[in-house]
């Protein structure tokens, strides 16, 4: 069974670095053709998809995004990790974390940030 878990501070102030990890287990980062994605939802508001690392490691952002955030992983830990930049209060939102591709998908329970003004 696959489990993840999002991790990181539920309130950040604007202008500073958010910075959340996902931890996997049940499952390696590096297993072929899964995507580990993440995901967020403002209050009162739809989904919106961030970003994602591949399997092999290669990076894809939301155009809407890419100039303040990065997303990278630590195999040895098998986490990965969402930066966000610059941060402004309308990136409060539920963040989650999740894997896609082949079969099913599975999705961290999310975590509330708060950008203070």
């Known amino acids: 069974q696959v489990q993840l878990q999002e991790s990181g501070p539920g309130l950040v102030k604007s202008a500073q670095t958010l910075f959340l990890t996902c931890s996997v287990s049940g499952g390696s980062l590096t297993t072929n053709y899964f995507y580990w994605n993440w995901i967020r939802q403002p209050p009162g508001k739809g989904l919106e998809w961030i970003g994602r690392i591949s399997y092999s490691g290669s990076t894809y952002y939301s155009p809407s995004l890419k100039s303040r955030m990065s997303i990278a992983w630590d195999t040895s830990k098998n986490q990965f990790t969402l930066q966000l930049r610059s941060v402004i209060p309308e990136d409060t939102a539920v963040y989650y974390c999740?894997?896609?591709?082949w079969g099913p998908g599975y999705w961290g329970q999310g975590t509330q940030v708060t950008v203070a003004p």
């Open positions: 999740a894997r896609t591709g």
